[in-house]
């Protein structure tokens, strides 16, 4: 069976505030992560449920993710769809002693899931790598 689930954790030196603004202000993704080229949101105020965005990145197709879980200052979870396949991404900021950790996981679902996720595999895994890292920069600068 083919890896249908990727995920990363670090640790930030920073104010669980501060990791969650920057986390959460995903129209500014861009500006910390190369994984990103551009974020539109598609309606306007704090992130919440049911909040759109149109996200660019290198070697991927446009996605607009929408927003389905969201517990305000620790996590949220947004999904896209394309025929067959749905992709969750999960964004959450939790304690661990005088640090946060972060932790972004992707996940593949639908009929042909697995098989974008075996396709993508090592591009997953370097971009979640390039968004911790970016966001343990931002976030500590």
Not at 14 to 29: H, L
Not at 42 to 60: F, M, N, T, Y
Not at 90 to 103: D, L
Request: glycine share 6%; proline share 6%.
């Amino acid at each position: 069976m083919a890896q249908t689930e990727f995920s990363v954790s670090i640790e930030i030196i920073a104010a669980p505030e501060r990791v969650w603004s920057v986390m959460s202000d995903v129209v500014q993704w861009p500006d910390w992560t190369p994984s990103v080229t551009s974020v539109e949101r598609l309606d306007s105020g704090p992130l919440r449920v049911g909040s759109r965005a149109r996200i660019k990145q290198p070697k991927l197709m446009p996605a607009v993710w929408e927003v389905v879980a969201l517990e305000e200052g620790k996590s949220f979870m947004w999904v896209t769809k394309s025929p067959g396949v749905q992709v969750s991404g999960f964004h959450s900021v939790e304690p661990n002693g005088s640090s946060r950790r972060a932790t972004l996981s992707i996940e593949f679902s639908g009929m042909l899931g697995p098989l974008v996720a075996w396709i993508t595999r090592n591009l997953n895994e370097r971009y979640l790598n390039f968004e911790a890292n970016g966001l343990k920069q931002r976030c500590e600068e």
